[in-house]
């Protein structure tokens, strides 16, 4: 008897210790970087006032998918003068998401890139390459 109010018990225990807890966690940047992200607009911040130039049709399938393992494969699409959209070449780099997650360090065989991350959240990803110097807004 008392092997079963024990096992009831342990049972009433672990139940009560819902996993809803992990749920309402919060998701990390790094889990909310892990994704593919569509083209919203560019923000060119070298103008004063800055401009601001929103992604047509065609350029809004440009994407940066940031995979887990350290990999962002970029490919750009853009018009070809006319009326056609070009898809253009798909280039993979590996970044380096920064400790304190507000920074990403995308390098290539020939240079490095900090872009910083100037909002983040479920559907909407804001970067900022000062060296360029433009903000860079995308969506899933």
């Given at each position: 008897?008392k092997?079963?109010?024990?096992?009831?018990?342990?049972?009433?225990?672990?139940?009560?210790?819902?996993?809803?807890?992990?749920d309402?966690?919060?998701?990390?940047v790094?889990?909310?970087?892990?994704?593919?992200?569509?083209?919203?607009?560019?923000?060119?911040?070298?103008?004063?006032?800055?401009?601001?130039?929103?992604?047509?049709?065609?350029?809004?399938?440009?994407?940066?998918?940031?995979?887990?393992?350290?990999?962002?494969?970029?490919?750009?699409?853009?018009?070809?003068?006319g009326?056609?959209?070009?898809?253009?070449?798909?280039?993979?780099?590996?970044?380096?998401?920064?400790?304190?997650?507000?920074?990403?360090?995308v390098?290539?065989?020939?240079?490095?890139?900090?872009?910083?991350?100037?909002?983040?959240?479920?559907?909407?990803?804001?970067?900022?390459?000062?060296?360029?110097?433009?903000?860079?807004?995308?969506?899933?």
């Amino acid at each position: 008897m008392k092997k079963l109010i024990l096992l009831c018990s342990a049972f009433l225990l672990m139940q009560s210790c819902s996993k809803d807890d992990k749920d309402n966690d919060e998701p990390t940047v790094a889990e909310l970087l892990a994704n593919k992200w569509f083209l919203v607009e560019v923000e060119n911040t070298s103008t004063d006032p800055s401009t601001i130039t929103l992604a047509d049709e065609c350029s809004q399938k440009t994407y940066y998918n940031f995979l887990n393992d350290g990999t962002l494969i970029v490919q750009g699409f853009g018009f070809d003068g006319g009326d056609t959209c070009k898809t253009g070449e798909i280039n993979g780099y590996t970044y380096i998401l920064s400790a304190d997650g507000k920074q990403i360090i995308v390098k290539s065989e020939t240079s490095t890139e900090f872009l910083v991350i100037n909002a983040i959240s479920s559907g909407s990803l804001t970067l900022h390459n000062s060296d360029i110097p433009l903000t860079i807004t995308f969506k899933k």
